[in-house]
T-cell receptor, first 113, second 119 residues
């Protein structure tokens, strides 16, 4: 157990819908990262937050957005869902963005039908 | 942009034998970190081993060791005395060491290698 929690574990929804994925970092970690793992694209970095501020953006679609709240949990919002958004979404955390090691959560499996 | 390539989609090994997984990367940076992550069927991402580019000595963690060839931009993982529990997808990953860069902190992953361990 890495100490990073993600909810829900599984999510099944329809095209066009909007979902919110939640991540709680390890106690004391200020940095949160979101990654998408799909068969087509592999593991891709989406976005990073540090202490509530967005720090880096990767291949995140405009339909996707995220934020980190004052209690340091983070949410990834996916809207106007398409079949191709079906993937495993990981959250990772570290004390700071310069830390060498990141701890991954168990992931949220999103299925868009 | 940095890229990471794992040219072996699948590998297999007999229990107790040794296997080496390959990884190459492309970067113009001199300061960076390399990692191997294991993803078992549970899908949890587990850090196996990491290597700092400025260190010449290859990293070792119990049965896991790396062969880091900086000039060749190669970073292979050797698993000795393979065990059934080593069966998983293995990902090679790169992280920039440039603290001022916007990509600092993010991991760039290879496509992964599925390792099967035969009893």
């Amino acid at each position: 157990d890495s100490g990073v929690t993600q909810t829900p574990k599984h999510l099944i929804t329809a095209t066009g819908q909007r979902v919110t994925l939640r991540c709680s970092p390890r106690s004391g970690d200020l940095s949160v990262y979101w990654y998408q793992q799909s068969l087509d694209q592999g593991l891709q970095f989406l976005i990073q937050y540090y202490n509530g501020e967005e720090r880096a953006k990767g291949n995140i679609l405009e339909r996707f957005s995220a934020q980190q709240f004052p209690d340091l949990h983070s949410e990834l919002n996916l809207s106007s869902l398409e079949l191709g958004d079906s993937a495993l979404y990981f959250c990772a955390s570290s004390v700071a963005f310069w830390d060498r090691e990141k701890f991954f959560g168990p992931g949220t499996r999103l299925t868009v039908l | 942009a940095q890229t990471v390539t794992q040219s072996q989609p699948e590998m297999s090994v007999q229990e107790a034998e040794t296997v080496t997984l390959s990884c190459t990367y492309d970067t113009s940076e001199s300061d960076y970190y390399l990692f191997w992550y294991k993803q078992p069927p549970s899908r949890q991402m587990i850090l196996v081993i990491r290597q700092e580019a400025y260190k010449q000595q290859n990293a070792t963690e119990n049965r896991f060791s790396v062969n880091f060839q900086k000039a060749a931009k190669s970073f292979s993982l050797k698993i000795s005395d393979s065990q059934l529990g080593d069966a998983a997808m293995y990902f090679c990953a790169y992280r920039s060491g440039d603290a001022g860069g916007t990509s600092y902190g993010k991991l760039t992953f290879g496509q992964g290698t599925i390792l099967t361990v035969h009893p």
